[in-house]
């Protein structure tokens, strides 16, 4: 099992910056690839970035690509998302997942989210 706490959601203006983090315990962090996903009011959760056991490959989703930042830290057991120049679009739960494939999907273990909202 891997426990996954998320934190640093919160209120920004547009344009503004935030940076989660996702706290992990219980079994190798380093084992796991790790995903951001979100989820508004009414749609369906939607993929945001990943990073592979490394922190060597990240992926993520056009919406957010050149705007948001995906890294982690192995020795804190802990995956961060910095997010820059945020939208009142990108007003969602945030959460974080763990994957044991390295390149992305099915995510095994979950979050329980951190809300983002950004107001314009």
């Known amino acids: 099992q891997v426990q996954l706490v998320e934190s640093g959601g919160g209120l920004v203006q547009a344009g503004g910056s935030l940076r989660l983090s996702c706290a992990a315990s219980?079994?190798?962090?380093?084992?796991?690839?790790m995903g951001w996903f979100r989820q508004a009011p009414g749609k369906e959760r939607e993929f945001v970035a990943h990073?592979?056991?490394?922190?060597?490959?990240?992926y993520y989703a056009d919406s957010v690509k050149g705007r948001f930042t995906v890294s982690r830290d192995n020795a804190k057991n802990t995956v961060y998302l910095q997010m820059n120049t945020l939208k009142p679009e990108d007003t969602a739960v945030y959460y974080c997942a763990a994957s044991s494939n390295d390149y992305g999907g099915p995510y095994d273990y979950w979050g329980q989210g951190t809300q983002v909202t950004v107001s314009s």
């Open positions: 219980g079994r190798t962090f380093s084992n796991y690839a």
């Open positions: 990073i592979s056991w490394s922190g060597g490959n990240t």
